[in-house]
């Protein structure tokens, strides 16, 4: 029998012992060299200086953080100088800290060396330790090595970079629910109910001689349709989920000198785009970055659409319109203070069905009678110019992007992988329920079922090809 190949990884790490920095690079306060492996404490007792055994310190020394970690020390220590390791001159001091396996991140014993943030510093570490007998790990290797332990799950694993790479709280939120398994969790009842149905068609199969009942299909289906149903939640999730990991753009579109730069302005609360009274200033798409209801947004500044005066403005409107069809949210911006156009009406309503809002800005002029006929959008009153309506678009432009469906925001999809694996056990589920009317063998439609439980297996990492964990891992920035 050939051994599972995550087995075969773990044998392997098991050997060595790996360092590297993990704080970014540049200068700072602090910089960190972690190690962890069999041998992380021996090599990085070589590394400093300090009086007394590292694993067992003083008791007035030891750093305590919850009950899990009662076997962490933390020791003062001196970095000796290389070039005269006897003369008992240091050229820093470092906080360096032990946590005894398995209670650690890796599930391996683990030492962090806090020392002053100098880079020289940092590599001269890394570089003795490397001599010591250490490798040097590689991106996301830390991480990889508490999946490979059992300490997280895969979607545990891809959480911390998630978290790592956050732009907004409500994102690192979210993150941190998935370290914590909140996806794992959402996935388990429906995975259990799979494994209990398998479990019945099989004694089925294998008793049948000892009257053991065979499931009827009425019962299959049902159990089918419980699960797929579970999953399909699962998976509409990802509509939202996708905007938390990877926000959204949101296009600002409207005829020339209606106030969109200005309006693109207040929402930043800068003066990013540059604003005059003449009309078609912006003829170039003007992006920023901002965060609305806590998801990172792009914000589009785009040329005002008419009908071009020059080659530069034609321009500038064909990529306004390329950025109209491609945006996640649109803000359609009208001059209150005029009749509303036949084009603005037109663009309008072809926005139905998809994010979108209108903002009647110059509210603080003299409004137009028949400004506002019945709209298919929401709309917002804004003045640019005095900053009245601009913290209630905002809010509007919030709940917009927020909550698309209102899913559950507890455990969501917020990647394509995670979409792919339960789509992937939903086709799988569906096969097999075509399959029972059809009276298919229970031999047969096993295959299916066993096909949708290693879906989810590879969405939490049980059955996950070596391929699939590099690709993940190498995301990683090294050190973490």
Known sequence: ????????????????????????????????????????????????????????????????????????????????????????????????????????????????????????????????????????????????????SGRIDLTQAEAVRDLIEAQTLYQARIAAEQMGGSLSRRVQPAKEKLVELIALLEAGIDFAEDDVDVTPNEEIVTWIDTIA???????????????????????????????KSSLFNRLLEKERAIVTASPGTTRDLVTERLSLGGIPVELVDTAGLREATDEAEAIGVRKTRETLAEADVVLVVLDASVPLREDEQSLIASLAGRRALVARNKCDLELAADVSPALPLAAVATSAQTGEGVAELREALASVVKHPGG??????????????????????????????????????????????????????GETTADDILNRIFSTFCIGK
Do not use: C, W
Request: without cysteine; hydrophobic residues 40%; glycine residues 10%.
């Open 1 to 148: 029998m050939q051994p599972h190949p995550l087995t075969t990884e773990r044998e392997s790490i098991a050997q060595e012992t790996i360092a590297a920095i993990s704080t970014p690079p540049g200068r700072g306060g602090i910089g960190i060299v972690r190690l962890s492996g069999p041998h992380a404490l021996e090599i990085a007792q070589g590394l400093i200086r300090l009086k007394g055994s590292l694993s067992t310190p003083p008791n007035e020394q030891q750093a305590h953080r919850g009950a899990r970690l009662e076997h962490t020390r933390a020791r003062l220590a001196e970095i000796p100088d290389p070039e005269e390791p006897e003369s008992g001159r240091a050229i820093d001091e470092a906080v360096v800290t032990y946590f005894a396996a398995p209670h650690t991140y890796t599930g391996e014993d683990l030492v962090e060396i806090a020392a002053h943030g100098s880079p020289v510093i940092l590599e001269l570490l890394v570089r003795q330790a490397l001599r010591a007998g250490a490798r040097l790990a590689r991106p996301g290797e830390f991480t990889e090595r508490a999946f490979l």
């Open 229 to 259: 149903g579970e999953l399909g939640l699962l998976a509409r999730s990802f509509e939202h989920g996708r905007l938390v990991h990877a926000g959204l753009r949101l296009a600002i579109v409207g005829r020339p000198n209606v106030g």
């Open 407 to 460: 899913e559950s925001e507890s455990g969501m999809l917020t990647a394509l992988r995670h979409f792919e694996a339960v789509t992937g056990a939903i086709g799988s589920l569906g096969a097999a329920r075509d399959a029972v009317p059809a009276k298919v063998p229970h031999e047969m439609l096993l295959l299916d079922l066993y096909g949708a439980l290693r879906h989810l297996d590879g969405l939490t």
